[in-house]
T-cell receptor
Framework: GENVEQHPSTLSVQEGDSAVIKCTYS??????FPWYKQELGKRPQLIID?????GEKKDQRIAVTLNKTAKHFSLHITETQPEDSAVYFC??????????????FGRGTQLTVWP | DTEVTQTPKHLVMGMTNKKSLKCEQHMGHRAMYWYKQKAKKPPELMFVYSYEKLSINESVPSRFSPECPNSSLLNLHLHALQPEDSALYLCASSPLGVDYGYTFGSGTRLTVV
């Protein structure tokens, strides 16, 4: 099955700095890559996603890049704010066939933004 | 309605108890999922239902028994759980596959004593 690696496991930045979280995947059939933010005691919330036919996607301060050849994708957060502090999970899925509905998660990154 | 609703929000149960977790969505999603999540770990897939039929069972112990009575409802029946089963249990739904709007419920915080 798919194997998703995520780094770093913890990340501390000063407010206003940028944060980058990186993930690699193993299955070349994976074609959908969502990122989730999970605050303490809350549900994972989708913040951005990218499909394999796109190299980059932006939504205000958040961007995701995908390199299919190298099988890695990254989350970029600019102008970080204390409310960005949370655990971030990357995931990968082929979304088809026997793996329908299966999201493979990375191990998570605890992001702390200091004021 | 764009929510997945889970009840109860918190549950404490003894190892000999029988309880059920409930999940409901009215978005017309035909795929529904149960995940188990330990603190600061990623969600672990337990079961997937597609068109009300169980399509994936990730070798979950039989003390967890899923049920999908209709396209809007998903239950997880619990019996003879162990303390290590204490976790956040998340339900999710999606229209078809995960790339069409995968939505998590707020979860049930389960403590087994």
């Amino acid at each position: 099955g798919e194997n998703v690696e995520q780094h770093p496991s913890t990340l501390s930045v000063q407010e206003g700095d940028s944060a980058v979280i990186k993930c690699t995947y193993s299955d070349s059939a994976s074609n959908y890559f969502p990122w989730y933010k999970q605050e303490l005691g809350k549900r994972p919330q989708l913040i951005i996603d990218i499909r394999s036919n796109v190299g980059e996607k932006k939504d205000q301060r958040i961007a995701v890049t995908l390199n299919k050849t190298a099988k890695h994708f990254s989350l970029h957060i600019t102008e970080t704010q204390p409310e960005d502090s949370a655990v971030y999970f990357c995931a990968a899925s082929s979304g088809r066939g026997s793996t329908l509905g299966r999201l493979y998660f990375g191990r998570g990154t605890q992001l702390t933004v200091w004021p | 309605d764009t929510e997945v609703t889970q009840t109860p929000k918190h549950l404490v149960m003894g190892m000999t108890n029988k309880k059920s977790l409930k999940c409901e969505q009215h978005m017309g999603h035909r795929a529904m999922y149960w995940y188990k999540q330990k603190a600061k770990k990623p969600p672990e897939l337990m079961f997937v239902y597609s068109y009300e039929k169980l399509s994936i069972n990730e070798s979950v112990p039989s003390r967890f028994s899923p049920e999908c009575p209709n396209s809007s409802l998903l239950n997880l029946h619990l019996h003879a759980l162990q303390p290590e089963d204490s976790a956040l249990y998340l339900c999710a739904s999606s229209p078809l596959g995960v790339d069409y709007g995968y939505t998590f419920g707020s979860g049930t915080r389960l403590t087994v004593v």
